[in-house]
């Protein structure tokens, strides 16, 4: 398999793990059309970039384009609702959900939407039942260091991020 396609792989089983939290928390869980609290101007791995752009070019999909958005709002959000959304990044898949992950000083953090879990004892909070964000980014940072050795277009770094916005240039 390439690295292509373990990024859909990939990106998959967090659909799965999402949706299984989703469940576990579903008195909490509030996300709604309307709510774009996590919608910002992200920036993904050329993994992610081409892979949305390939999806997007083969559904013949140009999505709407937000040309009032704020110079830190996702270009992507258009009345409150995501015009890429089947194919939108890893970064927005989980958005709501208890995000466990480990903080510049080394110690575990956890980021909890502050509009969904208004009445939750932070105590409840565990491995089962949170978003281990760290082993998935170490999964996609391993696949994206893979695809940029095969993609022969453009020279990337294995640092390098490509602002989701330049999607339009392509489109
Ligand atoms: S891609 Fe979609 S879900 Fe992600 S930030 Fe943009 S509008 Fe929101």
Redesign the pocket.
């Known amino acids: 398999m390439n690295s292509t396609k373990q990024y859909l792989a990939l990106r998959q089983a967090i659909d799965s793990l999402s949706e299984s939290l989703e469940g576990q928390h579903k008195n909490h869980m509030k996300c709604k059309t309307g709510c774009?609290l996590c919608?910002?101007d992200?920036s993904v791995f050329p993994i992610e970039f081409h892979s949305i752009l390939n999806a997007l070019k083969v559904d013949k999909t140009v999505p709407a384009i937000n040309k009032d958005t704020l110079k830190e709002d996702?270009i992507?959000?258009n009345n409150h609702q995501?015009s890429?959304?089947e194919e939108?990044?890893i970064i927005?898949r989980t958005h709501g959900l208890p995000l466990l992950f480990m903080g510049e000083d080394g110690n575990w953090e956890l980021s909890a939407c502050e509009l969904n879990f208004t009445e939750f004892d932070m105590e409840e909070f565990a491995e089962e039942n949170t978003f281990p964000q760290d082993k998935f980014n170490s999964k996609l940072f391993m696949l994206n260091k893979e695809f940029i050795k095969e993609f022969k277009e453009v020279e990337y770094g294995e640092f390098d991020l490509i602002p989701?916005k330049k999607l339009k240039e392509y489109l």
Do not use: A, E, Q, T
């Open positions: 774009d919608c910002m992200y996702c992507f959000l995501c890429i959304y939108r990044p927005c989701l």
